[in-house]
């Protein structure tokens, strides 16, 4: 059973408009969510993160939201470049100590 | 910075041999993780360890095993390599657990024929 679950497998967007990516988890007791990036041929990198205590945190052009009710998360990017361009995978600390992912949405943006 | 390192890119090895992927991390980071990328399934846990000489399985142990025999290294190793373990392999370590994030080398494609 997939635990972390993001339904689209790819979204293409024009330059400079905003990327929302989605991310559903099952759990209700999950309380830590990271977003990582990562381009082909490299390792993921950290993006962004947020604890169940916040709905929201900001870190320049990317925001994540929280959603706790609908065990919900998405990540906003504002304004889109071409440079973002990379595979985006959610993630959530599970039980045991394992940082559980999702399978990933791979973001075109288009100039 | 952060260094994780994987000792190879790319290997590509036969059915049935003995494979082993290395990985040394720099940061003195108690955990170290080994995953798997496969498209449309993600990154797949497969062991981890929160010490030297320690080791949990993760979501898809089988086929594996790991090492840990200092603290700034994680071996993982496929005692006989099939088809099916043909992936992105890649190491990560972190200073945490639950709440911080984790570190990840640059990844070994590995081929199996």
């Known amino acids: 059973d997939q635990q972390v679950k993001q339904n689209s497998p790819s979204l293409s967007v024009q330059e400079g408009r905003i990327s929302i990516l989605n991310c559903d988890y099952t759990n209700s007791m999950f309380d830590y969510f990271l977003w990582y990036k990562k381009y082909p041929a490299e390792g993921p990198t950290f993006l962004i993160s947020i604890s169940s205590i916040k709905d929201k945190n900001e870190d320049g052009r990317f925001t994540v939201f929280l959603n706790k009710s609908a065990k919900h998360l998405s990540l906003h990017i504002v304004p889109s470049q071409p440079g973002d361009s990379a595979v985006y995978f959610c993630a959530v600390w599970g039980q045991g100590g394992k940082l559980i992912f999702g399978q990933g949405t791979e973001l075109s943006v288009k100039p | 910075d952060v260094k994780v390192t994987q000792s190879s890119r790319y290997l590509v090895k036969r059915t049935g041999e003995k494979v082993f992927l290395e990985c040394v991390q720099d940061m003195d980071h108690e955990n170290m993780f080994w995953y798997r990328q496969d498209p449309g399934l993600g990154l797949r846990l497969i062991y981890f360890s929160y010490d030297v000489k320690m080791k949990e399985k993760g979501d898809i142990p089988e086929g594996y095993s790991v090492s840990r025999e200092k603290k700034e290294r994680f071996s993982l190793i496929l005692e006989s390599a099939s088809t099916n373990q043909t992936s992105m392999y890649l190491c990560?370590?972190?200073?945490?657990?639950?709440?911080?994030?984790?570190?990840f080398g640059e990844g070994s494609r590995l081929t199996v024929l």
């Open positions: 990560a370590s972190s200073p945490d657990s639950y709440t911080g994030e984790l570190f």
